[in-house]
């Protein structure tokens, strides 16, 4: 199924901060990086991201469902582009959605001069960006004896 990006509007914040809460829950068990986690962020973070003017969130739709978010962040001075983050819900994960609304961004920005980070023991995040043509960075930042944080590029 194809997915459709639809942008979030300020109503709606309430709901994407509570579907990021529940999207990244087991994650933050699992690692226990309370500084660096979605699942670990109030409301007022959701709130100052989306009042930034090179900030724009996006509902991820699959039909008639709200399956996720995508966070991109353009500053439009010739810097990278930045994904941060995106999610899928529990339910709606292993279906293709996450790679679906990353092209669908880079459709709607450009497919050049991208970045991102992710959790470099979650295998399948990795794949999926790999995949998507994006590239490891030499940086690696250690969050905790848990987890580590990889840093990727899409020329």
Known sequence: MDVELEPVKRSELESVWKMQIEAFSDLLKKYQDYDTNPAAEGMDKIIERFEQPWTRYFLIVAGDEKVG????????????KRISPVWIMPEHRNKGYAQKAILAVEKIFGTENWCLETILQEKAHLHIYEKLGYRKTVRVDKIN?????????KN
């Open 145 to 153: 004896e848990r987890m580590d944080l990889v840093y990727y590029e």
């Open 69 to 80: 978010v995508i966070r991109v962040v353009d500053r439009k001075d010739g810097s990278r």
